[in-house]
Each structure stands twice: as C-alpha cells, then as structure tokens.
C-alpha cells in the first residue's frame, strides 16, 4: 500500500502564498499521475493540477498563472505552489497519485488525507 501525507495547509491572507507537500510513503514502479485536488464547501472535489506521464502539466483555468506543481524525485515529494491567493481559493486540498506499485498491478488511485488551506480576504 502507498500513504500520501499532505502538510502546508493554514491560515493565509489573500495575495498571499503557501507551498504544499505530499510526501509518499513508498516508490511506485510507475506513476501515469501526481496531482492536486481541491474540495470547497459544498462543492465537488476539483482538480487543480496535475503532472502527466512525468512530463506535460495542467493546470484549471482558475489557478493559471497563480500556481506552480512540481516534484522532487530524490526526496519523493509533490509540491503545489500557490501564490497570489484568493478567498475562492479556500478549500481542502488533497494529493492524488494514480500509480502502479508493481509491474504486475494495474494502476489505481491513491489519496492523502487532506489539508485544509483558508485564505481570508
């Protein structure tokens, strides 16, 4: 099994920044995705952006511009930055991994547990 461990989430006025973490408890043989999610209340989980293959990245067209993925191989992280922040922003972010542990597992999804991020306009 693989544990994704988010951490960064607080407190911060709008136009302000924050960086997330994901931290992942083991490799995996292969990763098709990394990504960050967002779920605001009373609203549907949201994705925010995501790593592709490794390589290509997307952003939602409300982070654009604002927020930057990235990952640290060596250390095995997945970062979101976030910068210029809006109330809109406030939500609970989640890390996402669709991966493969082996090569003979199929890939699946794995989910962190969230990390609140409120933003205070």
């Known amino acids: 099994q693989v544990q994704l461990v988010e951490s960064g989430g607080g407190l911060v006025q709008a136009g302000g920044s924050l960086r997330l973490s994901c931290a992942a408890s083991r490799r995996m043989f292969s990763l098709d995705t990394m990504g960050w999610y967002r779920q605001a209340p009373g609203k549907e989980r949201e994705l925010v952006t995501s790593?592709?293959?490794?390589?290509?990245?997307i952003y939602a067209d409300s982070v654009k511009g604002r927020f930057t993925i990235s990952r640290d191989n060596a250390k095995n992280l997945l970062y979101l930055q976030m910068n210029s922040l809006k109330s809109e922003d406030t939500a609970v972010y989640y890390c996402?991994?669709?991966?493969?542990?082996?090569?003979?597992?199929?890939?699946?999804?794995?989910w962190g547990q969230g990390t609140q991020v409120v933003v205070s306009s």
């Open positions: 790593i592709i293959s490794g390589e290509s990245t």
């Open positions: 996402n991994y669709r991966a493969r542990l082996t090569n003979l597992s199929g890939p699946r999804d794995y």
